[in-house]
């Protein structure tokens, strides 16, 4: 079984900042990219942002320059530094793996239950 487990989501005022943390556990040989998704009211599930195993990112367009992603291969944990937040950033976030369970196995996607971030005005 593998697990998916994120924290630090809540409620904070525009300007602020939160980081959020996920963390992988469970039968894991290697886990590829591993990213940050969002999913706003009535709105589909987007990219927040990516990194790969070798530390390559990629970001949303709405959030470059804001949020910063970076990962601990040891820990197979993912964080997500949010800062200059908006309203429209409110959203539940989604962590998401790309991994393979053992060396045999092919490449799956994992997600994480999903954190609540509210960004009051």
């Known amino acids: 079984q593998v697990q998916l487990v994120e924290s630090g989501g809540g409620l904070v005022q525009a300007g602020g900042s939160l980081r959020l943390s996920c963390a992988a556990s469970?039968?894991?040989?290697?886990?590829?990219?591993m990213g940050w998704y969002r999913q706003a009211p009535g709105k589909q599930r987007v990219l927040v942002a990516a990194i790969t195993s070798g530390g390559s990112t990629n970001y949303a367009d709405s959030v470059k320059g804001r949020f910063t992603i970076s990962r601990d291969n040891a820990k197979k944990t993912v964080y997500l530094e949010m800062n200059s937040l908006k309203p429209e950033d409110t959203a539940v976030y989604y962590c998401?793996?790309?991994?393979?369970?053992?060396?045999?196995?092919?490449?799956?996607?994992?997600w994480g239950q999903g954190t609540q971030v509210t960004v009051s005005s």
């Open positions: 998401n793996a790309a991994l393979r369970r053992r060396y045999y196995l092919p490449e799956e996607d994992y």
């Open positions: 469970g039968t894991i040989f290697s886990i590829n990219t």
